[in-house]
């Protein structure tokens, strides 16, 4: 049975999507919009409006009119800075000469060389999506955001490799940044569930696991952050393109574009190679620990049950996975393909290890989603909403719009029936209020670049996507009764 996108209409250009309440999206159009007094009167929740800026030396929380912006100190470079800028550029200079002389060189003798050879010698595939994968991330100012699996606590990765932290309770960004050398061209984050102190993050030469210590208290957030790390490595293990916690905590699952899925015991940084030559493109765990998922860039997906870990290899469209989140009994998995546009494919996974593909998703009916690929998948810690993200695949044209479904379990619906339903749309804040003088002026339409659900919200559930221009927003969608 299909759905019925007839009645979705997209917010306007002039409007941004502040919350759901009781399945109704609720747009703004200006500050002094009547469905502000609808919120008000819902009880709604007032967050603060984050701004991540595109260059950062050091994060600081200044206040301009009603918005809070985090920006860089000193606000002018000393003479010695100006200096040093100018050295890096001169070196900068030569190196890109030298890298492209280079290029030339290795691309004439690709030329000459099989198609075999080529891949195998040149990993010109890995090169390939490695390359499409940084572009996509390193363009914004944020890249990735993640929510702290028991405080109102998000890391944001930056897009110079540095991780900063908010603290939602204060309201405060944390004076001191997660940085190290070891730490370059961040593709993954996650913090580690029932061990919250631990985030993990995958980069170019393996895995740099923070370990920090986190208070409780809630008057403001300290002066220093005690913070550890510790990095993983594994031979032949890098470019990390995706990591996975199990649920428990007990391991983390990594995979790399060069080939491996490797599952560590972090408090021995031990690593224990699970596949070799799968260059690996998504993980994830199911939410008991009973699966887990992989796909490769090859579009082959292999799923192990975790108590002999045998494997499955599971017949797919032959697209490469780029996004997937499972229902929250662990039955079925969201996924969205890398090349395959406007459909979310929904695999289900009995306790006994047997498979089917479900009701497809198809997205095409939706004039703003038509020939777009989705490039990431959140669903909610209660399952009730998944939220989709979209690029575009042909005209390389990013959609500023979020899309919204009602969610469902397998045991809920009737055998073969859909488990999203009631499809509506959100759009980001693209327009700047001329009452705000302090208002940060953002760019038109930004498109969102991660997506992360708060792990503890009472009223319902709580999305914070990161956009394009660097804003971080709170969208809250009240399906619950406020706790009187």
Not at 163 to 174: C, H, P
């Amino acid at each position: 049975m299909s759905l019925d996108f007839s009645q979705i209409l997209a917010p306007s250009l002039n409007e941004v999507s502040i919350a759901e309440i009781e399945g109704k999206i609720l747009n703004l159009g200006c500050a002094k919009d009547q469905n502000l007094t609808h919120y008000i009167n819902s009880e709604g929740i007032v967050f603060p409006n984050l701004q991540v800026p595109y260059q950062l030396s050091h994060p600081d929380l200044v206040h301009l009119g009603t918005r809070r912006v985090v920006t860089d100190l000193p606000t002018s470079p000393t003479a010695y800075g100006r200096f040093m800028d100018s050295v890096k550029h001169s070196i900068d200079e030569q190196i890109n000469q030298a890298q492209t002389y280079i290029q030339e060189v290795t691309q004439n003798i690709k030329d000459m060389l099989p198609s075999f050879l080529n891949n195998y010698i040149f990993n010109a595939d890995t090169e390939e999506y490695m390359q499409s994968l940084r572009m996509k991330i390193d363009r914004y100012p944020a890249k990735i955001i993640d929510w702290h699996p028991y405080f109102s606590i998000f890391a944001v990765a930056h897009r110079v490799d540095v991780i900063l932290l908010y603290d939602l309770r204060v309201e405060e960004w944390f004076p001191e940044v997660l940085e190290n050398s070891l730490q370059k061209e961040i593709t993954c984050m996650a913090w580690k569930p029932l061990g919250g102190n631990i985030l993990a993050v995958g980069c170019r030469r393996g895995i740099c696991l923070w370990e920090l210590s986190l208070e409780q208290k809630k008057e403001s957030v300290p002066t220093r952050l005690p913070a550890w790390m510790r990095h993983l490595h594994y031979p032949g293990h890098e470019n990390i393109v995706s990591l996975a916690w199990h649920p428990h905590g007990y391991s983390l699952a990594t995979g790399s574009a060069d080939g491996s899925v490797i599952l560590w015991d972090t408090a021995f940084e031990t690593g224990t190679p699970l596949t070799r030559n799968r260059k690996v493109t998504f993980l994830s765990w199911s939410p008991v620990g009973e699966f887990l998922f992989s796909s490769s860039l090859d579009g082959k997906i292999e799923v192990w049950e975790t108590q002999r870990w045998t494997s499955k290899t599971i017949t797919s469209n032959g697209y490469p996975v780029e996004t997937g989140c499972w229902t929250t009994d662990g039955r079925a998995l969201f996924l969205g393909f890398d090349g395959y546009e406007g459909e979310i494919l929904v695999l289900s996974i009995s306790p006994n290890f047997d498979y089917e593909w479900l009701p497809k998703i198809d997205l095409s009916p939706i004039p703003e989603c038509a020939g777009i690929g989705i490039e990431q998948l959140a669903i909610d810690p209660n399952g009730e909403r998944l939220i989709a993200c979209f690029k575009n695949t042909q005209l390389f044209k990013d959609t500023p719009l979020l899309l919204v479904f009602d969610a469902k379990l397998p045991s809920q619906v009737s055998k073969k029936a859909n488990l999203l339903n009631f499809p509506r749309t959100m759009r980001g804040p693209a327009w700047n209020d001329p009452d705000d003088q302090g208002a940060f002026l953002t760019q038109s339409d930004p498109k969102p670049v991660s997506l992360s659900f708060a792990k503890q919200f009472t009223r319902g559930s709580l999305l914070s996507p990161v956009w394009g221009d660097g804003q971080i927003s709170f969208i809250p969608f009240l399906y619950n009764k406020a706790n009187k």
